[in-house]
């Protein structure tokens, strides 16, 4: 499929054959009137589905009465923002530096941890995913990604996500802090063991090096709970947040401990976007939708209908998916092939779906998915495994799936 988008953006982004239009929840049609339930969600910013009335209302109230202010001025549509944000957040995070994106956030906690600590050493995990623009990249592992632009920052370090004993290792008195995604999403959905957080919290503390989670896509009721670091009852030092923060809007932010910023000096950080009214007004009502709309409650219930589905293909397609893993919707399917195939295998029956490198994929619906609807894109799978099992003569076993 052939674009004019293409002659202008160049080869930067993997593409599918599908002209978006139009949204509403889940739901998304193209530009020839075709429906879609929209699994990709913008790579998770379509937190609250597309077109969310509380964020579509935000957004043309503030738009009639200004735009942009910058943050050397005060506004109160900011400061109602990070009222309710601060209210939320987890215990001790109680300031916050407003930007526009994850990567922006990252770059963030990176200067606000070397300037409290002093110290210049960064630990990351393996599998990591923490943006593209340099500071970020420095800690997002994938060579692929690190390789081309080299050298980057220097002092990154990578130990095995969910190896205590590796990190207590690596960590020491030059370490500024560790950073950790508590749900790895690019590397493929991984959910760390048990007691790994808590370790991690442990080693910090003793060495005094600051602990970051990355909750850009994990965050905000994701995984079924507002903050994924609570499935383990871990808080860090400083927190990332961005994706579907506002709803669709561009907006990161980075919270931390007041002494963490504290330690800041005027100029030393700055965003001319960052915090401007029109992504406050629309982030104000996204948390009110995530608070008072049930949607962190939804988003546990339904993902485990998609757990449950998943699990049922598993064992109906034993040579085909090797692992169902994740938490609440953000859920990964590694499958033992190249997924290309089943991705647009699923666009012809109506669903989007991600993927996470060659051979999993990745399924972040909007938190406002119905049954009815995860539902649809279970039989649609289903329909794609069975499909792509005969071309590959692959054998399954199983009854059928049968939903309703």
């Not at 990355?214 to 994706?243: F, M, N, S, Y």
């Amino acid at each position: 499929m052939a674009s004019t988008e293409d002659m202008y953006m160049g080869g930067l982004y993997q593409r599918f054959p599908v002209t978006v239009d139009r949204g509403e929840g889940a739901l998304v049609w193209d530009d020839s009137g075709r429906e879609y339930i929209d699994c990709m969600a913008g790579y998770g910013v379509a937190l609250l589905g597309h077109c969310n009335r509380r964020v579509t209302d935000a957004i043309t109230t503030q738009i009639g009465r200004i735009i942009t202010v910058h943050s050397s001025l005060y506004n109160k549509t900011r400061e109602e923002f990070l009222e309710k944000l601060i209210g939320l957040a987890p215990d001790g995070l109680e300031q916050v530096h407003l930007n526009n994106s994850g990567a922006e956030s990252v770059e963030a906690a990176i200067k606000f941890a070397k300037k409290y600590t002093g110290r210049k050493k960064m630990i990351a995990m393996k599998g990591s995913y923490h943006g593209k623009s340099l500071g970020a990249l420095s800690i997002t592992f994938g060579p692929k990604y690190r390789r081309p632009f080299a050298p980057l920052i220097e002092g990154a370090e990578f130990v095995p996500f969910g190896n205590g004993a590796a990190l207590d290792e690596a960590v020491d008195t030059d370490t500024a802090f560790v950073i950790i995604e508590p749900v790895q999403g690019e590397s493929g959905i991984h959910v760390p063991p048990p007691e790994f957080l808590r370790e991690a919290r442990e080693i910090c503390d003793r060495s005094g090096a600051l602990l970051v989670f990355d909750e850009i896509q994990a965050g905000l009721g994701r995984t079924g709970r507002l903050w994924a670091q609570q499935h383990w009852g871990v808080t860090p030092d400083i927190l990332c947040l961005a994706k579907g923060i506002a709803g669709g809007v561009p907006m990161g932010a980075t919270l931390a401990k007041p002494e963490i910023i504290g330690a800041m000096s005027k100029g030393e950080h700055s965003s001319t976007f960052g915090g401007n009214p029109l992504s406050c007004a629309a982030g104000s009502a996204t948390l009110d939708a995530l608070t008072q709309d049930g949607l962190v409650e939804n988003s546990a219930a339904m993902g485990a209908v998609f757990a449950d589905g998943l699990e049922e293909l598993k064992r109906k397609y034993p040579n085909m998916i090797r692992e169902v893993r994740g938490r609440g919707l953000m859920i990964g399917v590694e499958i033992k092939y190249d997924v290309r195939g089943i991705l647009y295998g699923l666009i012809k029956k109506g669903i989007l779906m991600l993927y996470s490198g060659r051979n999993v994929l990745r399924i972040l619906p909007p938190l406002v998915v119905t049954a009815r609807q995860a539902a649809k894109v279970l039989d649609a799978l289903d329909a794609v495994l069975s499909e792509e099992s005969e071309k590959t003569g692959t054998r399954r076993g199983g009854s059928n799936m049968g939903r309703t």
